[in-house]
């Protein structure tokens, strides 16, 4: 959040920069079967983001103190590979990717039906290879693609979204501009046959209205975005 | 990478393989996988590559940073070449600190474009002592099923091909492309069954000894040689590969100056 509200995000006909209206998602491509030597990936493009995953296993938790008697264990990491920003990322220990790498697993666990795998793990790997705000949701919702693709139980698939506001509209699926001189960010990982939630996070000012707009934009969003992922699954690409 | 068990029963078949002329994937000792070359697929990167040589792919992104010369060399930019082989590559690869591996990798790929001479190093200055251009070429493994060697090399001489210097984003001048004036090729060859291959599969570096890895630049000259992993080769043996890399390197070159 950058905070500067003086920099004008919507014109006077109520559009964004980019021509969308506020409920409005930036295009998404989703493809199966990206990472050959992998049991299930997915490569997912969401405006000019693209993140890649790939699931390997469920395998053998490796060293042993990290198994689990009575489930798998999810071994979830999150990457910005170091060409994927305007400023190159130096590769290697980096606090934000922790994070997000723990609540993505957080929020996956909630979905695959870890206890039939008892002593295993399963590998998720995000790498993002192209960032434009929103990584996090997309690597998200590419995971649960990538998962599904290795033909891993779940009881749902995830589809995460982020609304925000700018210029004190709120506003669904925030790019760069929009996130860097925003006031609010609210992603969210949403299931779509439950209408249940595994993630949220959020970060800036939201009055009471407003936080109910972005929550009713991001379950939206989901539902449309669920039906991509559904099509990508059936039939390969979309 | 973990290290694998030597599977004994991969290494008996390729070497039934070999003395029958043939290969696991029905290749000839000196067929390459189909490659494929795309450029210009990283958005956010000055130039990029993406290779595919059957089931391995690589990615290939270069950044530009301002630097300080050094103080010996106060007329000269900088050209860094930095591999990472994540968790996405393969089950057999871990996510942390750089493995030998990886830097292996990263180095050898280094060594045949910096050698090759490709890259001005004078050119990149921008005030002498003060100022000049670092260029990076990040390498990236998406998924590995052998010879992430030549799948480097390539992407990373086609990404630097395809490099713009974002001088405007920096306030210094028009974006110019970057001056590559060399097409340095690398061509690596597995001993799997006890005979040299082209091109090795993972199933094939699995189970097989020594690795050799060649790069050639413009008009055959050799820029960098590598010997990787136990093993014993002869002169005629290295002669032999020599040949075969002048002819491949060539067609891989003609791929890339397109």
Known sequence: ?238 | MAAPLVPKLLRAHLSDLASNDARLDDRGQWDGRETKLEIGVLPRAEGSARVTMGNTIVLAGVKFQIMTPYPDRPNQGGLMCSCEVRSIAGRHWENGPPSPQSIELGRVVDRGIRESGCIDVDDLCIIPGEKAWQVILDLHAISDDGNLFDAFALAGIAALRNATIPAERFEIGEDTPLKVSKTPIMCSYHKVGGRFVYDASYREELGGDERIHITLGDDDHVHSLQKGLKGIFTADEFAEIMEHAKSRCSELRDMVNG
């Open chain 1, 1 to 238: 959040m950058g905070g500067y509200g003086d920099v004008q995000m919507i014109d006077e006909n109520g559009l964004r920069m980019d021509g969308r209206k506020p409920g409005d998602v930036r295009p998404i491509t989703i493809e199966t079967g990206v990472v050959p030597v992998a049991d299930g990936s997915c490569r997912m493009t969401w405006g000019t983001n693209e993140a890649i995953v790939a699931v390997y296993g469920p395998m053998e938790a490796h060293p042993r103190k990290i198994q689990r008697q009575d489930r798998a264990v999810l071994d979830v990491t999150y990457n910005m590979a170091p060409f994927s920003t305007t400023d190159r990322i130096r590769p290697g220990f980096n606090r934000r990717s922790r994070e997000i790498s723990k609540v993505t697993a957080d929020a996956l666990e909630s979905v695959v039906l870890l206890e039939l795998y008892p002593r295993s793990k399963i590998r998720i790997s995000i790498e993002i290879t192209s960032a434009e705000a929103g990584t996090r949701c997309v690597g998200l919702t590419a995971a649960s693609v990538a998962l599904a693709d290795a033909g891993i139980p779940m009881t749902d698939l995830v589809v995460s979204v982020a609304s925000g506001k700018i210029n004190d509209v709120v506003v669904c699926d925030l790019n760069k501009e929009e996130d860097n001189y925003g006031e609010a960010d609210l992603p969210m990982g949403v299931l779509p046959n439950s209408g249940e939630l595994v993630f949220l996070q959020m970060d800036g000012d939201l009055s009471p209205d407003e936080f109910k707009q972005a929550w009713d934009y991001n379950i939206d969003a989901a539902m449309e975005v669920h039906k991509l992922m559904v099509d990508a699954l059936k039939g390969g690409e979309n």
